[in-house]
């Protein structure tokens, strides 16, 4: 699959076009190609061209589903504004994104407005730079490897990028200014992995206008965009997906503090696994439904086990006995339906892992929904007893009990 970066033209205040660029990379994730489009259908010609017929996803920085009202905020921009302390609204002239969509499928690339996790459909990924640089500059700060700072969401929350996007015509810094800023934005960035940035330093190095300037910003936010979408398919562990893709969504990198704050959970629906045939709708797909009962017993509830054939990832902070599902969160892979959940088997790590005997857990009597480690003992040989650490976790197998289909 190709993976391309889009940063599409932003508010200008002297009337003139805005400034696109489009970057594609290589296997590696260098930067192979670049390309400043002047107008959407310029930029779905270039797509088409660079793709060569291959799927694609390309990570784009404007809103590919835009709310009922222009007015109104979208669920996952309030929910960005809240816990991240950004506000991911675009500039009013940037162009939406189905005007991106269809120029796309005119030029014979047509996408979806997502990722295919599976690599077979071309798609675009909602991505914002400065959320991004917001995210990679925590991942080298002290307080996010001091897990014991007790004011970590607040730190977070005021780390961001500097101006680094002049808004031309306005005249409130010099290039100079804004060549500045880029320079320790780019060395702030230098040890970061998978997002190639020699492109960039190179075009900063004879920057000497605001147009230039200007242009070498869009060279840096298409890298961004690139690098992120490809991340996020090659190690959607750290990112995290953040929203719904039909109400609105955005990818940013994250580590385990960045998820935790993204992906608190309500409580459970209910009434979503009964009768039976739902939960063989649901999981039909990706796993194998047996039931584990000879015979149904009218009046109780069946058993039934899912033997998954493409396996759920998870991560879960080890802070007791039992994995509170509150401390719970998806990362990759079909997410578990829980109403009914009684039972998981599972391993921990990554697939080497996988020779090692699975782990159970079983589902607690506490009217929270929890599991308890099953024995603790086998537990405790594998994973150090609440040590406050954040572990991954690949459900193998999950135990259902579900009512009898209705007659």
Not at 302 to 313: C, D, K, M, T
Request: charged share 30%; with cysteine; hydrophobic share 40%.
């Amino acid at each position: 699959m190709r993976i391309l970066g889009a940063d599409l033209s932003r508010e200008r205040a002297d009337g003139e076009e805005g400034l696109n660029t489009l970057a594609l990379l290589d296997d590696g994730g260098r930067v192979s190609a670049l390309r400043h489009p002047a107008n959407l259908p310029a930029l779905a010609s270039a797509v088409a061209e660079l793709a060569e017929e291959e799927p694609f996803l390309m990570g784009v920085n404007l809103p590919l589903t835009a709310p009922p009202r222009a007015s109104k905020s979208r669920p996952v921009d309030n929910l960005v504004r809240r816990r991240f302390g950004y506000r991911t609204r675009a500039g009013a002239a940037a162009p939406t994104g189905g005007a991106l969509l269809a120029a796309l499928a005119a030029a014979g690339t047509p996408c979806l407005p997502y990722p295919d996790r599976d690599r077979r459909k071309s798609g675009l990924a909602e991505i914002h730079p400065g959320l991004v640089l917001k995210a990679l500059l925590w991942e080298g700060a002290p307080a996010a490897r001091g897990a014991g700072h007790p004011f970590r969401e607040d730190v977070f929350r005021a780390y961001g990028a500097p101006a680094y996007r002049p808004v031309i015509g306005r005249g409130r810094s010099t290039w100079a200014e804004t060549s500045a800023r880029l320079d320790l934005l780019l060395r702030a960035l230098d040890k970061v992995e998978g997002i190639d940035l020699e492109a960039t330093r190179e075009a900063l190095s004879t920057a000497a206008s605001d147009s230039e300037v200007d242009r070498v910003g869009s060279m840096l936010d298409a890298a961004l965009l690139a690098g992120t979408a490809r991340r996020y398919l090659d190690a959607p562990e750290t990112c995290v997906f953040l929203g719904d893709p039909d109400k609105g969504y955005t990818i940013l990198p994250a580590d385990g503090f960045i998820r935790k704050l993204g992906l608190r959970e309500g409580p459970p629906s209910r009434g979503q696994l009964f009768p039976k045939a739902s939960l063989r709708d649901r999981l039909g797909g990706v796993a194998d439904i047996r039931s584990l009962e000879l015979l149904a017993v009218p009046g109780r509830p069946q058993r039934l086990e899912a033997v998954f054939r493409e396996v759920p990832s998870y991560e879960f902070d080890n802070l007791d006995e039992m994995l509170w599902w509150k401390h719970c969160r998806h990362l990759s892979g079909p997410a578990l339906p829980i109403e009914g959940l009684q039972e998981l088997s599972v391993h921990l790590g990554d697939e080497d892992e996988s020779r090692r005997p699975p782990l159970r857990l079983v589902r607690s009597r506490h009217r929270t929904l929890s599991f308890r480690f099953d024995p603790p003992d086998t537990w405790r040989v594998r994973l150090p007893t609440r040590d406050g650490k954040t572990y991954p976790l690949r459900v193998l197998r999950a135990s259902y009990d579900v009512l009898p289909a209705q007659q």
